[in-house]
């Protein structure tokens, strides 16, 4: 029996990685936050003064430059060309550059063919806007995970507070409105929900109640593969 692969999607602050990390687990299969690796790229056009919206130089970033992960106890590290940058992808400015750059045509092929490659090799739950239409539309489990808005932006607000940051709880909540409809409406790989994906809207539950809800729906489509 081929390894099960299980297709994440949903909008910005919708808490994908932060039940996906733990339902991998439980489910032995490799997590891979796709999201994560548009955030690498983003920090580093950032870092080298790439204009977010250069397409060629950022696709030539994408196709120089190796990404890669470590499973930890407290979840992923994410590394480029070595360097660990996984709380530098986390800064409000890589988060406000990144659906732009993630956009760009190049930048997805380049990140898609490695996620491909990478659900090639073992059984994944990949989290992400495009996994089920786009990178593993073939995946035996597509789940779209959304919640209200007001309640992604309360998730996201307490998050970054807890490291530390300091922001406004208004502009948290029109920059992830901004996203939505930005990665709805590009051009390349858009954000949307595949036609044979379940529905799982987290409004109102707990961390622990959407894992078991994600459990139990791999657990169903498992079964069918017997």
């Known amino acids: 029996m081929k390894p099960l692969r299980v297709a994440l999607d ?31 790229i ?26 890669s992960f470590k499973l930890t106890p407290a979840g992923q ?10 709380e530098a992808i986390r800064t409000p ?6 659906s732009a750059v993630s956009a760009v045509a190049g930048v997805r092929e380049a990140m898609v063919k490695l996620q491909q490659d990478i659900a090639a ?37 307490n998050e970054l507070v807890a490291k530390g940051q300091t922001l406004d709880f208004e502009q948290l909540k029109a920059d992830i409105e901004r996203r939505d409809r930005f990665d709805s409406g590009r051009e390349h790989s858009p954000m949307k929900m595949a036609e044979d994906a379940v529905v799982l809207d987290t409004t109102g539950l707990s961390i622990q109640q959407v894992i078991e809800k994600i459990l139990e729906i791999c657990s169903s489509a498992d079964a069918q593969k017997l």
């Open 10 to 40: 949903g909008p910005a602050g919708a808490g994908k990685s932060t039940v996906a990390k733990q339902a991998a687990k439980a489910l032995g299969l490799t997590y891979v936050d796709t999201g994560a690796m548009y955030r690498a």
């Open 42 to 67: 983003t920090w580093k056009a950032l870092q080298e003064k790439i204009n977010p919206t250069d397409e060629a130089a950022l696709t030539e970033l994408s196709n120089r430059v190796q990404i």
């Open 77 to 86: 590290d994410v590394f480029l060309d070595g360097v660990d940058i996984t």
């Open 93 to 98: 400015e890589v988060t406000g550059n990144v």
């Open 121 to 157: 090799q073992t059984g994944v739950l990949m989290d992400g806007r495009d996994i089920g239409t786009v990178v593993l539309p073939d995946a035996d489990v597509k789940i779209w995970l959304t919640a209200s808005v007001e309640e992604r932006a309360q998730r996201r607000y």
